[in-house]
């Protein structure tokens, strides 16, 4: 007959820990990679952009308006842009509609951004949780 002793150690809480702070560190590069992207695809130029085509920018202020915020209670990440730099003109272009009594096509910024950058985001949880 053969006898073994074996002792293990919950370490649950502490896995989690991890995990939830790995969470919190991937949503932040998937934020600021997708803020990037949109803020590349917006151009500097005094002409009106194609329907369809992401918005121009005469002074640079939608570009510089693209910010990202983690929740990290809540395990999300917002990406868009400061309606208190720009107000409703970011909607107004992403989705097309009104804003100062112009009417603005869809010219898309932010969903073709998330679009873009779809397959490089599950890399960035990979490895996120280290002992």
């Given amino acids: 007959m053969l006898a073994t002793k074996v002792k293990t150690k ?22 600021a990679a997708i803020r990037l992207t949109a803020k590349r695809s917006i151009r500097k130029r005094k002409k009106a952009s194609p329907e369809g085509q992401p918005p121009s920018t005469r002074r640079g202020q939608l570009r510089g308006a693209i ?3 983690v929740e ?3 395990g999300l990440v917002v990406i868009g842009p400061d309606h208190s730099k720009v107000g ?5 272009h992403e ?8 009417r603005y096509p869809k010219r898309p910024f932010m969903g073709p951004a998330l679009e873009k950058t779809q397959d490089r985001l ?3 949880w990979a490895g996120s949780v280290k002992a």
């Fill in 88 to 92: 409703a003109s970011g909607s107004a």
């Fill in 10 to 31: 919950d370490e649950t809480k502490k896995v989690l820990a991890k995990a939830k702070q790995g969470n919190f560190k991937s949503l932040g590069h998937a934020g």
């Fill in 95 to 102: 989705h097309g509609g009104r804003y100062k009594r112009q």
């Fill in 72 to 74: 990290k209670q809540k």
């Fill in 122 to 124: 599950p890399k960035l």
């Fill in 67 to 69: 910010m990202f915020d």
